[in-house]
Each structure stands twice: as structure tokens, then as C-alpha cells.
């Protein structure tokens, strides 16, 4: 007799088999064909599957991180571990991965997949990548594995600039828009607050579209207007001073600030002088000197007067002055 003795091992391939036959005989002769088998009962489980990343956190600008699936055992067969991919980061514009499914060999103990970050100019703070398995093949999940690296943004809060156009604008309803730009383009929604000043009164020479300008996550601009109000009035031209007075989501680049200015259509008034009544008694009668503006002004108009005619001052009559204050 011979005897064949199982061999321990680790590895899952279940049962196997031990087939031995007379290949030749010396001194007799073999009968028929003959063979006999026996098989090696396999002793050991379904492997079971971990999962693991080397950098906790990786670079923007082209970061890598690599994602382990462990085997608690050797297999005989070909173990495929499906992977799912969620966090805050976003495939394609935040990171790619080498491929979906980690495949570990017959035989072998470990498999991975890897992700690497991709670089852009958009300040969006750290973002993550999470692995999970979703599936495995010829294997099961030890309890449930997840696996997480970190994104770290490498672009700055964006800075907020102010502009106008044009830089003056007519009376009769003209027309001057503000613009707040990004120096670089966010994920978040950012708010402009405003704050008007100048020479010019709002409602009475101008209207805003508002007091704060939004420029949407992803964009890089967003505009106010302020719109001129037509009156008779004479004021000379007038300024509309916009500041920038906080950000949220952002910072003000230094101290912005832009200036329209409002170009008056009103003349400078002409005056007109009149009397009433045309004549008065000896006796203490009051004749009142009236001075008239073809237009209002923002400005007093002093009006001086000059008196002569046959009648004397103080022995014929007096007056309450020689200018009239408008």
C-alpha cells in the first residue's frame, strides 16, 4: 500500500480531489482498468473582505489615494469586491478613480483601486471621497467596510472687486450699473452688501435695483443698477458713491468703491421782478417787490436790488431790504 496525507492550509478551494492509478505492473498484469479516488475536504471558509486607504488626505493639485481590499484568507478563486463612491466631491470635476471593482487573484491576499484629485480654480474647501463596498464575488463584506480621504482645496476665498459703467449717466432716466466680480469662482453664493453715498439724494435724483449683489456658486459676477430720476430742479451735477460694506463668502479686495455721476439737464434759473399793487396810499400803503425763479435751484439765489424814481427813501418810504433770499 501507499498512503496520501492532506496537507493544512488557508486557502478556499474547496473539495478536492486525489485520483491515483496503475499506470504499469511488473510480475502481473493490472485488471481492466482500475482507479480509486479520494477527496480532501476543504476546511476553510469564504474569504471575507476589508477595505482600507493609505492618505487620510490628499493634495488638489493632483493628489493620490490608494483603496485596499484585504482578504482574511487566500482563495482558490478570483474574489471581485464592487465598490460605490459618494462624499462631497464631485467625479470627474473633483477626482477620477482607476476603475469601480477591485479584483483579487486566485491565490493572492490583496487587490486596489485609486483615486486622484483633480486640480481647478474654484474655491469650494475640502471635499471628501467615500468608498464603500457595495458587493462582493466569491467573498463576503466583513460587517460593513468605508474607506474616506479628504480633498484639500488649494484656492482661496474669493476677493470681490467693484466696477461702474458708464461713469456718468443723463438725468432724464440714464442708466449706471455696478458689477462685483470674483477673482475666482465658488461653490457657495456670494453676497455683496452696498452702501450708497455722494452728492446725489436716493428717490429724489436716483433708484437701486438694491443693496446687495448675489453673484451665484459657480459664477463670477452679478450686478445692481441705479437709475437717474428726472425733476425741473436745478442742482448741478450729482454724484452716486457705491462701497462695498461686507462680503459673505468672500472678502472686499482692499477698499472698493465706484462713482457715477448724474448730469443735471436744468439750466441755472433766470429771475423775474413784479409788483403788486401798482399803487399805493401815502398813508402807510404796502407794495410787496416779488422775485421769481424760472426753475427751483438747490442753491439760494440772492437777488439784489437797486431803488430809485422820483420818491425818497426814508422821507417818501422805507424797505424791509435791498436783496430778496430765494
Known amino acids: 500500500s501507499v498512503t496520501v ?5 488557508t486557502d478556499v478551494e474547496s473539495n478536492e480531489t486525489v485520483v491515483v492509478e496503475i499506470t504499469g505492473v511488473t510480475g502481473g498484469g493490472e485488471s481492466g482498468v482500475q482507479t480509486a479516488t479520494t477527496t480532501i475536504i476543504d476546511d476553510d471558509g469564504v ?3 476589508t477595505l482600507a486607504v493609505d492618505q487620510a488626505t490628499i493634495a488638489e493639485n493632483a493628489g493620490v489615494a490608494t483603496f485596499t481590499a484585504t482578504l482574511s484568507n487566500a482563495s482558490a478563486q478570483a474574489v471581485t469586491v464592487d465598490l460605490g463612491f459618494t462624499g462631497t466631491a464631485t ?5 477620477t478613480r482607476s476603475g469601480t471593482q477591485i479584483v483579487i487573484p486566485a491565490g493572492s491576499l490583496t487587490g486596489t483601486a485609486t483615486v486622484t484629485a483633480v486640480q481647478d480654480t474654484v474655491f469650494e ?3 471628501t471621497v467615500i468608498v464603500d463596498i457595495t458587493s462582493v464575488t466569491n467573498g463576503t463584506e466583513s460587517g460593513t467596510q468605508q474607506a474616506t ?12 472687486t467693484l466696477s461702474v459703467a458708464p461713469a456718468s449717466i443723463a438725468e432724464n432716466g440714464g442708466v449706471a450699473t455696478f458689477t462685483a466680480t470674483l477673482s475666482n469662482v465658488s461653490t457657495q453664493a456670494v453676497t455683496v452688501n452696498l452702501g450708497f453715498t455722494g452728492t446725489a439724494t436716493v428717490t429724489a435724483d436716483y433708484t437701486s435695483s438694491g443693496t446687495q449683489i448675489v453673484i451665484p456658486a459657480g459664477a463670477l459676477s452679478g450686478t445692481v443698477t441705479v437709475t437717474a430720476v428726472q425733476d425741473t430742479v436745478f442742482e448741478g451735477n450729482e454724484t452716486v458713491v457705491v462701497d ?9 479686495s482692499g477698499t472698493q468703491q465706484a462713482t457715477t455721476t448724474i448730469t443735471d439737464d436744468d439750466s441755472q434759473p433766470t ?6 399793487p401798482a399803487g399805493i396810499a401815502e398813508n402807510g400803503g404796502v407794495a410787496t417787490f416779488t422775485a421769481t425763479l424760472s426753475n427751483a435751484s438747490t442753491q439760494a439765489v440772492t437777488v439784489d436790488l437797486g431803488f430809485s424814481g422820483t420818491a425818497t427813501v426814508t422821507a417818501d418810504y422805507t424797505s424791509s431790504g435791498t436783496q430778496i433770499v430765494i
Open 244 to 252: 462695498i460694506t461686507s462680503v459673505t463668502n468672500g472678502t472686499e
Open 91 to 95: 467625479l470627474t470635476a473633483d477626482y
Open 149 to 160: 480621504t479628504t480633498i484639500t482645496d488649494d484656492d482661496s476665498q474669493p476677493t470681490v
Open 125 to 127: 474647501g475640502n471635499e
Open 5 to 9: 496525507t492532506a496537507v493544512q492550509d
Open 271 to 276: 429771475v423775474t421782478l413784479s409788483v403788486a
Open 47 to 49: 474569504p471575507t473582505v
